[in-house]
């Protein structure tokens, strides 16, 4: 089976720039969560779609960050403009229902880089 | 509200010898708890979880930790580290129930040296 799938590994972009970071979850996962670790700094939640729905999106931390599940597979977060404290590790997971934690499938992340 | 505090960011080990992880957690309500490990280049793993059963858990890969209220601990050990363990590893506290929130340690890397 194949797991959850993060694109790119690996992102350097200049400040002021976009960039769109990709998640592929396990397929038949409804639920798909975004998380962020900026260096040093815990991995804190962004937010969790229930197939195209954002369920909760309290942990988006500006209007700068945008999540789109289109048809309730794949994810987006796009970043425009980036900024220099938006460097760091992008987590996504799926799960198939909400409440098994145990269940949540992470992928391997995406290293962003702003400079 | 809920906190983890990891209280070692890095630790280091020899080979064969025994491991341990330090976590501490704050919850209001009976939290549920959880190890993950993550390698190089990999996903995070879920290692163990304790979710208000027996508060000796045991996971994958021979780790196991100890649930103490008394403490508001959970540390993560293994009685002989091996080269494959190398990795860095987190604390998370979740409300027992469920929900969305997990609320994460700041991670504690694990080096294990011949």
């Known amino acids: 089976e194949a797991g959850v799938t993060q694109f790119p590994s690996h992102s350097v972009i200049e400040k002021g720039q976009t960039v769109t970071l990709r998640c592929d979850p396990i397929?038949?996962?409804?639920?798909l969560y975004w998380y962020r670790r900026v260096m040093g700094k815990e991995i804190k939640f962004l937010l969790h779609?229930?197939?195209?729905?954002?369920?909760?999106e309290s942990g988006m931390p500006n209007n700068r960050f945008l999540a789109e599940r289109t048809g309730g597979t794949y994810s987006t977060l796009k970043v425009q403009p980036a900024e220099l404290e938006d460097s760091g590790v992008y987590f996504c997971?799926?799960?198939?229902?909400?409440?098994?934690?145990?269940?949540?499938?992470f992928g391997s992340g995406t290293r962003l880089t702003v400079v | 509200a809920q906190s983890v505090t990891q209280l070692d960011s890095h630790v280091s080990v020899s080979e064969g010898t025994p491991v341990l992880l330090r976590c501490n957690y704050s919850?209001?309500?009976?939290?549920?708890l959880f190890w993950y490990v993550q390698h190089p280049n990999k996903g995070l793993q879920l290692l163990l979880k304790?979710?208000?059963?027996?508060?000796l858990v045991k996971g994958i890969n021979g780790f196991e930790a100890e649930f103490k209220k008394s403490e508001t601990s959970f540390h993560l050990t293994k009685p002989s580290a091996h080269m494959s363990d190398a990795a860095e590893y987190f604390c998370v506290v979740t409300l027992t129930g469920g929900g969305n929130k997990l609320t994460f340690g700041t991670g504690t890397q694990l080096k294990v040296e011949l």
């Open positions: 304790y979710t208000s059963a027996a508060t």
């Open positions: 997971a799926s799960s198939q229902d909400s409440w098994g934690v145990a269940q949540r499938i």
């Open positions: 397929s038949g996962h409804d639920n």
């Open positions: 779609f229930v197939k195209e729905s954002k369920q909760d």
């Open positions: 919850s209001s309500y009976s939290p549920s």
